[in-house]
């Protein structure tokens, strides 16, 4: 069940020379059990994941740590240098999960001969607050490598993208723990925990999401494929608003863009798209492309045929900003 909780934590004695990953540690200890958004640092100077056996020691490392720490998984996704989780848990968990994951996933890249993690390498943890969030921030990790041009909508097979009302993840198959020697299990896993016997591994995919995910969560809130997709791919607004919480940037396509544009037109003007305006009502779009969906003035010009030039006079200038001129249908 969703709760408002207006307080997380009691007030944290900093020490002097505490980098910016202890604090949020200190910070996160006392955090309730609850619904989060966990996301890892991005590691602007590296890779945590190089190859397809990196990949799949990940998905692997990801169901451990739901043994290790005793979070419940309800999304992830595994990206070239972060990820994302969302999960339930306390603090603590959720600590412990990350400590766990960012161990295994060094441990492979040192092994490999690739750099190794930053010693502060740590991530933000976010409380979901509502069923309405939940499904946002489901959407936006699971948008995630679509939006970073990696894949297809629903065809990230490192995380639950690939799980959601996939025909195609029935046929994959693997082995299953019960059928394993203990001595193959800890080969697989790198671990000597005890696994749960109907967890399924595949050879290149490593330990299959559908073993570890809760899914009810996830059906509950998209009772459709068509419901899933089309605010998969439409909601923009959402996925800017909550890229900029997670302090992550958002990157959408021209056509993307173009969408963008000419739907919040119609919103603001009924029937007329962007080649139907005037200036003046173009300008008026100007503020809200920029504030609401982080477009840049070169993203704004582009898509409705203006001068870079005059879009940033526009948005510099007190007539045009946010809350001026038209915010909703007019008729």
């Not at 009691?10 to 059990?33: C, L, Q, S």
């Not at 969302?86 to 441990?107: E, H, P, T, V, W």
């Not at 995630?144 to 990230?156: D, L, M, R, T």
Request: a positive charge.
């Amino acid at each position: 069940m969703f709760l408002t909780i207006l307080a997380f934590k009691r007030p944290i004695t900093y020490v002097w020379g505490m980098n910016t990953w202890d604090k949020r540690r200190a910070e996160y200890k006392d955090f309730k059990t609850y619904y989060y958004h966990l996301s890892s640092d991005g590691w602007k100077e590296g890779r945590l994941f190089h190859t397809k056996k990196q990949y799949a020691h990940g998905m692997t490392a990801m169901g451990l740590a739901t043994l290790k720490s005793g979070i419940i998984i309800y999304d992830f996704s595994l990206m070239p240098n972060h990820f994302h989780i969302i999960l339930k848990g306390n603090g603590r968990q959720c600590i412990s999960a990350f400590d766990y994951l960012k161990k295994k996933i060094n441990a492979r890249l040192i092994n490999d001969g690739y750099p190794a993690l930053p010693k502060d390498y740590g991530f933000k943890l976010t409380p979901i607050d509502s069923k309405q969030q939940m499904g946002i921030n489901i959407l936006y990790v699971d948008r995630n490598a679509y939006e970073k041009n990696i894949s297809v909508p629903g065809g990230h097979i490192w995380g639950t993208a690939n799980l959601h009302f996939s025909a195609l993840t029935g046929h994959i198959d693997g082995i299953a723990a019960k059928e394993l020697s203990c001595r193959e299990r800890a080969r697989i896993t790198g671990s000597r925990m005890d696994i749960p016997p109907t967890w399924i591994f595949n050879q290149e995919l490593g330990l299959l999401p559908s073993s570890f995910v809760d899914q009810s969560m996830f059906l509950d809130l998209f009772p459709s494929p068509k419901t899933y997709l089309t605010r998969l791919v439409k909601d923009y607004e959402s996925f800017a608003k909550l890229g900029n919480k997670l302090e992550e940037s958002v990157e959408f396509s021209e056509e993307e863009v173009d969408d963008i544009a000419n739907t919040l037109a119609e919103s603001l003007y009924p029937g007329r798209k962007i080649r139907k305006l005037t200036q003046e009502e173009k300008c008026h779009l100007c503020p809200l492309l920029n504030k609401n969906y982080n477009l840049s003035s070169f993203q704004i010009a582009r898509t409705l045929s203006m001068p870079e030039y005059i879009v940033r006079q526009v948005l510099n200038s007190k007539d045009y900003g946010v809350g001026v001129g038209p915010t909703k249908p007019i008729h």
